[in-house]
Nanobody
């Protein structure tokens, strides 16, 4: 039932990097606002980064500024989260989200993926 599919998660050591990808098989979501969320066990879902559909607005949470970057490639119909200098506190399930309703910033996202696990362990 998930409309989006995440990939690229894994187990890394502190200081290493990962690049997460999000795609929408069978659909085009270039006109949708996009975001990455994360959720650790026992904690609420947290907004990590958001990108307006046309690239005019971008947001990164204070905890990841300077380390994570959200981007998209409309030709490939994909959204990315480049994660550098990973820390143990970044350990979580990461979710891709999109909203096509044309309001910025979205207060909710209509479409979600099932998530990909990122574990940062020393």
């Amino acid at each position: 039932q998930a409309q989006l599919v995440e990939s690229g998660g894994g187990l890394v050591q502190p200081g290493e990097s990962l690049r997460l990808s999000c795609s929408a098989p069978g659909r085009t979501f270039s006109k949708s606002d996009k975001a990455w969320f994360r959720q650790a066990p026992g904690k609420e879902r947290e907004l990590v980064a958001a990108l307006r559909w046309n690239g005019e607005d971008i947001y990164h949470a204070d905890s990841v500024k300077g380390r994570f970057t959200i981007s998209r490639d409309n030709a490939k119909n994909e959204v990315y989260l480049q994660m550098n200098n990973l820390k143990p506190e970044d350990t979580a399930v990461y979710y891709c989200a999109a909203d096509p309703r044309g309001r910025w910033p979205p207060n909710e996202y209509l479409y979600w993926g099932q998530g990909t696990q990122v574990t940062v362990s020393s």
